[in-house]
Each structure stands twice: as structure tokens, then as C-alpha cells.
């Protein structure tokens, strides 16, 4: 089994990776990796998906509040509740938030989440270009500081997710 950590704004390839492991894939931890706009990591800490106001980074496709595939998660860990995740979205377009409820568990169950600030990214970004002589881009970067702050317990996979000729800056 791997560690899988994956560059999330909208939830799409960490969802795909769900699936996988719910499929037989030897995944042992799913990681979600965020920027500042770090509206997963938030939602696995405290239990409530909230949306707060977004902040512009290098990292432009993770500049996300409301990630549209996370609405997919919902359905699968509520065993299937269309009713809780109507419930949940009309109260997330009303109030701008929504409380997991009993989902909340099973997201910490599936999910280990890490947010890397702006300067940590740039400071990935320079420290594997010296080490190893790649350019991470900077979605990557923000995996590459989530798998550095949580301990594996063995191999780590880091999904990237874009190429750093996409980001010029």
C-alpha cells in the first residue's frame, strides 16, 4: 500500500482516487493537498464546509470554495443519501455553509488534508529544482509540501497534476 497525495482545489482527482481505492487500488491514506484557499482542509478540521472569500495564488486551479466534486464524495460517504446532500447544498448556496453531520467521520476516515501557504510553495519549488533539477509547477509544489509534512508510514505517491510550462511567472 501508498500514500497517495493529490493537488485539490475541486476534488475531481482526489475523488478519482477514492474511487480507485474503493475499487482495490493499495492506497492506505488518500491526502488532499490545498493552498491557502483551503476550504477542504478546513472542512476535514472542523466538520462544516464553509466558504470564505478566495485569495488569488500561483496555484490558480486549487482557488477554489466550492469545489463542485466534493458533492459526489457527499452522496457515496452518506451511504447514498440523495435528501442529507440537497439538504447540504441548498444550505451551502443560502448560508454559504453546511455541517458534514455524520459524513464528517468518514471524511477523516478517507481523507488527511495539509495546506502550503505561498511562500511554502516557492520554497518547494526552488529546494527540488536544486536537489533534483526538476521544476515542480506550483500545484504540485503544494503536494510535495503535504507529503513532507505528514509522515508516511511508508511510500508516497504525489499526483501532479499540471506541468510548470503552464505557469511562466
Known amino acids: 500500500e501508498v500514500d497517495f497525495t493529490v493537488p485539490t482545489g475541486n476534488f475531481g482527482d482526489i475523488f478519482a482516487g477514492y474511487v480507485a481505492k474503493r475499487m482495490g487500488l493499495p492506497v492506505r491514506r488518500l491526502r488532499i493537498a490545498a493552498n491557502i484557499n483551503d476550504i477542504l482542509a478546513r472542512t476535514l478540521k472542523t466538520g462544516i464546509y464553509e466558504v470564505k472569500q478566495v485569495h488569488a495564488t500561483t496555484s490558480p486551479s486549487m482557488d477554489i470554495q466550492i469545489s463542485s466534486n466534493f458533492e459526489r464524495y457527499l452522496f457515496e460517504a452518506s451511504d447514498r443519501d440523495a435528501d442529507f446532500v440537497r439538504s447540504s447544498m441548498t444550505s451551502l448556496i443560502a448560508t454559504g455553509s453546511f455541517e458534514l453531520g455524520r459524513t464528517g467521520s468518514r471524511l ?14 516557492a520554497d518547494a519549488i526552488r529546494r527540488t529544482k536544486t536537489a533534483y ?15 513532507e509534512r505528514v509522515a508516511p508510514e511508508g ?4 499526483l501532479s497534476t ?7 511567472d
Open 108 to 121: 477523516k476516515q478517507d481523507f488527511a488534508a495539509v495546506s502550503a501557504s505561498e511562500a511554502d510553495v
Open 133 to 147: 533539477g526538476y521544476v515542480l509547477d506550483p500545484h504540485t509544489a503544494c503536494a510535495f509540501v503535504a507529503a
Open 155 to 158: 511510500n508516497t505517491v504525489i
Open 162 to 168: 499540471a506541468h510548470p510550462a503552464k505557469f511562466p
